[in-house]
């Protein structure tokens, strides 16, 4: 993703209460020098006793702000069967939970009657958005931020709306 880590931490550390994120794509973009998504194709799977080994330096982040009391919820809405991306994703989603996120899954034929942003977002404190834009090929083009009162609205009422129907990830079995 070619957004500053930092400038999104920023973003992320200014939170005081909660931050939401819904995901809603079957695959983003890895590029083939990917060190983890190869060596997950060939087998490799992260160990739970092995935290330095784990996605850093978002997982710090998130122990960060979780430990500050900001709840962080992410949802994920997916095709079955999964992609392969997917698989990878749902792999190693023990170490965001560990980390202090709340994790739930969403198979896509149970959103059908929801009404969703056309991008994945963040909600922060229920007042500013942040959307992802991505292309067709999963790439991140860049982010669109937006703190109307109409928009956080229709967000965290997606988002809930999700959030109620998901499954936590502990529960969910590919």
Request: hydrophobic fraction near 40%; include cysteine; charge should be negative.
């Amino acid at each position: 993703m070619s957004q500053s880590l930092s400038n999104f931490a920023d973003l992320v550390r200014a939170v005081e209460h909660s931050a939401v994120h819904l995901e809603m794509r079957d695959v983003y973009a890895i590029s083939n020098e990917d060190e983890g998504f190869t060596a997950w194709k060939q087998g490799h799977r992260l160990d739970p006793d092995d935290r330095a080994s784990w996605w850093r330096p978002w997982l710090d982040l998130v122990q960060e702000i979780t430990a500050k009391g900001v709840v962080m919820r992410r949802a994920r809405i997916v095709s079955e069967p999964v992609s392969e991306y997917i698989h990878y994703e749902h792999s190693f989603t023990f170490t965001n939970v560990a980390a202090g996120e709340d994790v739930r899954w969403l198979p896509r034929r149970q959103a059908s009657d929801l009404a969703l942003p056309g991008n994945d977002f963040w909600l922060f404190d229920g007042r500013i958005v942040q959307f992802n834009v991505f292309d067709g090929d999963g790439r991140w083009v860049h982010t669109d931020e937006n703190d109307g009162p109409a928009v956080a609205r229709m967000c965290s009422t997606a988002f809930d709306a999700v959030w109620e129907r998901a499954i936590p990830h502990e529960k969910y079995v590919i």
